[in-house]
């Protein structure tokens, strides 16, 4: 098990693009959290799937949405892409009853010029 | 809002000598509290959970919930602890879960 893959590695956009993350959980797992890590911070909670729903979101505008697929997969969506965009974003796997057990993925580097 | 607080960005200490990251939180129910590190090039982990209250790699934790704090001890530090500590913690075992902005630990050989 390759555990949480996600792809791809790093992303250059620019101002006002769109971009998809793709992010695959660990085998097992059903539930797959995104986070937004700025330079020198902590990671800050994006929003969760679980069963193909969003079931908890962080203050994040609706630019931010996502996705997650049959096979427990996931996506997320960045539109009208700002400067302030640029960050690590990380995704993570957990069974749902067990939340606090996130396994993390190496993350995306996304850099909007 | 939720919060979690790390006062020290940066932490070093000497290999043997004890060490202490500091974590408060502004919540004031009882929440599920944890720590997880970053070791360099590795990906964030999950070290140790407050409730089940174990030793990880020699590192404890302790709740009060009088100061909010749940700081992160161990009595001698080593070499390969170096890394990257977020306290985090969740109100619920369904909740998001909310990362503080991390302290990293440097120890000197």
């Known amino acids: 098990d390759a555990g949480v893959t996600q792809s791809p590695t790093h992303l250059i956009k620019t101002r006002g693009q769109q971009v998809t993350l793709r992010c695959s959980p660990k085998s097992g797992h059903d539930t797959v959290s995104w986070y937004q890590q700025a330079l020198g911070q902590g990671p800050q909670f994006i929003f969760q799937?679980?069963?193909?729903?969003?079931?908890q979101r962080g203050n994040f505008p609706d630019r931010f949405s996502g996705h997650q697929f049959p096979n427990y997969s996931s996506e997320l969506n960045v539109n009208a892409l700002l400067l302030g965009d640029s960050a690590l974003y990380l995704c993570a796997s957990s069974l749902y009853r067990v939340g606090y057990e996130q396994y993390f993925g190496p993350g995306t580097r996304l850099t909007v010029t | 809002a939720q919060r979690v607080t790390q006062p020290e960005k940066l932490l070093s200490v000497f290999k043997g000598a004890p060490v202490e990251l500091k974590c408060n939180y502004s919540?004031?129910?009882?929440?599920?509290l944890f720590w997880y590190v970053q070791y360099s090039r590795q990906r964030l982990q999950l070290l140790l959970r407050?409730?089940s209250r174990e030793s990880i790699k020699g590192f404890t934790a302790d709740l009060n919930k009088g100061e909010t704090s749940f700081h992160l001890k161990k009595p001698f530090a080593q070499e390969e602890d170096s890394a990257m500590y977020y306290c985090a913690y969740m109100k619920t075992s369904y909740d998001k879960v909310i990362f503080g902005p991390g302290t990293s630990l440097s120890v000197i050989p």
């Open positions: 919540y004031s129910g009882s929440p599920e």
């Open positions: 799937y679980y069963e193909e729903e969003e079931r």
């Open positions: 407050h409730i």
